[in-house]
């Protein structure tokens, strides 16, 4: 690829699914660069120790994790890639803005790691198609102690047993909703930690409604199997319908609140109990990361589990022609699926650039995505958000941690102040608008104010919450610098 030359495809993300559009995408002749913020590519799912320095830690590079070996065909086939010259690989670069002008997107870039910074001239990434592949994060929900330290989100505490082989307490309830908790008790049980509990707010026979979802995924099945030895072996209690209600401690955790609920998350008065623990991982789902895709002015719409997703049709086709999407920000669904969307996104842009791709290939994956669907679909209608979990959120719990907004001030803005939806709410007394910029409470502020309300959140209210025009911190300077685009920003 030659410096001039505009490359054929960008793709934001090097987690399952973008690692799969790029290696897709070259394999069939496009010329591709893939910018991920990370050092090493991965994402989320195969999340794992620095390679450059194995040798200190005390097990191999993967561990826990399902599916390696398609990870690291993905790894060395990128390899290849980059090597013949067919994929740019810009690690450690964060992307804070994508525009669309004379037909070309453009990506605003930073340095996420360390302090080099990158020369102003190779900021700003050109390509004619992009594949947006921005993954998820953590859904949490605000209870009474969640700010403590030593209260995580569950995700984060994968991420440490992932990236750092590093537990984070030493006794632990996991609690929330969905099939991660174990995968997150799993890992913990596994490297010494004593899990008290896991406390799944839902109960696994809702399942039984559905049981044709059930059986879309076998492996999925398998896994479940897996972690269920896995609990025998270290005696974790797997406990439904049962949540934490509280967490208490002086300077960091030190007692968490348990209790059994009925279907809609009412505690079962009696069912009370305390236990001595120093961490608490708690997941209520993920929700996929869309401050690009919103700053696009992408179709987006509420999903099954009521977060955020961008619309893609079914070539994965957003309802912007030179963009495409994949993996979660498309929807919850895990990393195969996310592989599957990635590999289809890439083919239909390789098909639309005029490289010969077989009709069979597009339609195989299709079939693959719905099958994973149908299970997605059945996995959040078994693990809802239980609609009367906010009886257990005091006037006192923080809700945005942040701005230190607490459950009480957003009550009163729409009670008192009439804030009919989560944007009303955070204009009144602030939630969201901190450093996290609702990242972390904004998911947990539409559901208290739906709560309140009564009336489900919208796509144009959560699509507020999620704008932020610059997707993460950048310096003046680096705005002082910006190279014009080649025409006037054109967003259609
Ligand atoms: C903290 C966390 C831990 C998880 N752990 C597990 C687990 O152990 N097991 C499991 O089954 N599922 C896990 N998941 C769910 C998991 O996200 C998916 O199933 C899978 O990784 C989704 O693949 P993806 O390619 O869509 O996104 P991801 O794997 O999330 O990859 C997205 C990539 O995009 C990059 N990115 C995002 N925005 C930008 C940007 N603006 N600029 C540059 N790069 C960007 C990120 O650095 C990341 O590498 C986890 C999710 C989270 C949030």
Redesign the pocket.
Known sequence: MTAERIPDLAV???????LSAADIAAEHGLDVVL????SQTG???WRHPDERHLAQFRAPESTGHHHWKRYVDLRSRLAAAVQRGAVRHLSG???WRVDVAADLVHLRTTASIGTDQVPATERTVTARRLVL??????RQLPIPGWTLPGAMAA??V??LL?SNQVAAGRRAVVAGTGP?LM?VAAGLAEAGVEVLAICEANSYLRWARTPLRAVQEPGKLFEGVEYARTFLRHRVPLKMRTVVTAIRGTGRVQQVEIAAVDGRGRVRPGTERTVEADLVALGWG?TP?LE?AIGLGLDTTVDVDDSLVVVADDRQRTSHPLVYAA???TGIG??VQ?CAEGELAALAVAAELGRTVEEAALRRRRRRIDRGRRFAVGMHRAGPVPPEWSSWVTPTTTVCRCEEVTAGEVAASVCDLGADDARDVRVTSRPGMGLCQGRVCGFGLAQLVTAHTGRPATAAELESIAKRNI?VPITLGEIADLVPLTAERADS
């Open positions: 934001i993300g090097a987690g399952p699914a973008g910018v991920d913020a990370g994402g989320q799912f670069r964060h992307v592949a921005t993954g998820a994060y953590d995700g984060g994968q991420a992932k991660f995968s993920f990361q690009l993996g979660e920000a895990g990393a996310s997707g």
